[in-house]
């Protein structure tokens, strides 16, 4: 492992480049490779054992693109295969995941004495964020919401307009809500309409972007393992398991430019 090898980022689909755009402005000397299951897409509705197969078999493919650290960019994907990937790989790479750095961040918050959660079904029944805040913070209320409508509506490209905002609005509006200090965001979707989330609150409420957090967190990894690249000599590089022109036009959503998506059939290859 040296210095000059990428950083692996894997998500269920093409959210995770909300991620991934964040560690390439932190970090611009590093190699980003990232690989999007889109395959498999949503992860919200498998089995947490095919989340766990997929997970590894991902950390396996970035593995051998020797990757120095892998980020698992995936809320549903941290929540049910972190344990088992991070067994998977053993000690061979470092392995980070998107819930626990905002957790932390959270924790650490004393101003925040009443904390809102939103994300896909499959995060939120998974109550991940509230055990985990739980066990740091036995102290800190946690309410959450699902919010099934918002990650299917940024991606058809609705988002910073009046039907994103009533959407949003009607969501925000959940009575749990009324005095909250902070919201997670518990959806690598959900950076694209944090403006109006903020709006709707009146800029009252403290919101925790993962995509920040994050990407702050696998800085400070390489950093204390002496593995900061000087300088990128290699473009980065976009995986997804499955491709459509559709994908390809949304990535530039997610990632802030536009990008070339290549086509890697890891589940045709027995």
Known sequence: ???????GIFDSGIGGLTVANAVSKQLPNEEIIYFGDTAHLPYGDKSSEAIQHYSSHIADFLLGKKCKLILIACNTASAAAFTTVKAHVGGKVPLLNVIDPVVSAVATDDSIKKIGIIGTKGTIKSAVYEHKLKI????????????????SMI????????????????????PDFSDI??????????????????????DRVKIFDST????????K?????????EARSNTHHFYV?????????????????KIHLEHCGIWEEG
């Open 1 to 7: 492992m040296s210095r000059e090898d990428p950083i």
């Open 221 to 229: 990894k390489l950093a204390a393992l002496n593995l900061l690249s």
């Open 241 to 257: 398991s499955d491709y459509t022109e559709s994908f390809e036009l949304t990535t530039k959503l997610f990632f802030q430019e």
């Open 212 to 219: 920040y957090i994050v990407a702050t967190e696998v800085k």
């Open 155 to 174: 991606e058809a490209g609705f988002y910073n307009n009046s039907v994103s905002q009533a959407v949003i609005n009607s969501y925000l509006a959940y």
């Open 136 to 151: 740091l913070r036995p102290d800190l209320e946690s309410v959450s919401l699902a919010t099934a409508l918002l990650a």
């Open 181 to 202: 200090d902070g919201m997670i965001l518990a959806c690598t979707h959900y950076p694209l309409i944090e403006t109006e989330i903020s709006s709707f609150f009146n």
